[in-house]
């Protein structure tokens, strides 16, 4: 008989990227079990992510950790997520609960952030719960590039992506 998955406190292990360039942050909601083993934003090889981002930037899709991090910089982004610790089974976003938000004011006091981003509904509800009152800034929901969003193609996806340009 399969062991029931059991949620588990988390808290954020990957610090944000950005530097005195990013226009444009994008979050997400908290990292995939994945991303944790990584230590890098979107490391589930099945989240389209680096895939979209290469597509918008004219890019080759970036395979290493520094890869991903020049083409975000080199294109002034910022990328984090809206959750600093929580309870969670596995990568689950729909079991996130004892959210603690990250304090977006690192990125936000120290980057010339215009537009924020949030990279499906989890991220976005988060957002507006926590940092948004705090931020006096609202940010934009995108459609999850998360292979659980089944429902959207890349090309849907990379078409709804395009305001981040």
Not at 112 to 127: D, L, V, W
Request: aromatic share 10%; glycine share 4%; net charge positive.
């Amino acid at each position: 008989m399969p062991q029931k998955a059991v949620p588990q406190a988390q808290v954020h292990p990957i610090p944000p990227l950005f530097d005195e360039h990013s226009r444009v942050l994008i979050l997400g909601s908290f990292p995939s079990v994945k991303s944790r083993e990584a230590m890098f934003f979107y490391g589930h090889p099945q989240n389209r992510f680096w895939r979209i981002m290469a597509v918008l930037t004219g890019c080759p899709i970036p395979q290493t950790v520094e890869e991903k991090k020049a083409l975000i910089l080199s294109h002034h982004f910022a990328l984090w997520d809206s959750i600093g610790s929580c309870t969670i089974v596995g990568s689950s976003d729909s079991s996130i609960r004892d959210v603690v938000p990250n304090d977006l004011r690192i990125i936000i006091d120290h980057a010339p952030i215009e537009r924020i981003f949030c990279n499906g509904a989890t991220s976005h509800k988060y957002y507006r719960r926590y940092n948004e009152p705090l931020l006096g800034r609202t940010a934009v929901v995108l459609p999850s590039s998360s292979p659980a969003n089944a429902a959207w193609s890349l090309e849907k996806l990379t078409d709804a992506w395009r305001v981040i340009l």
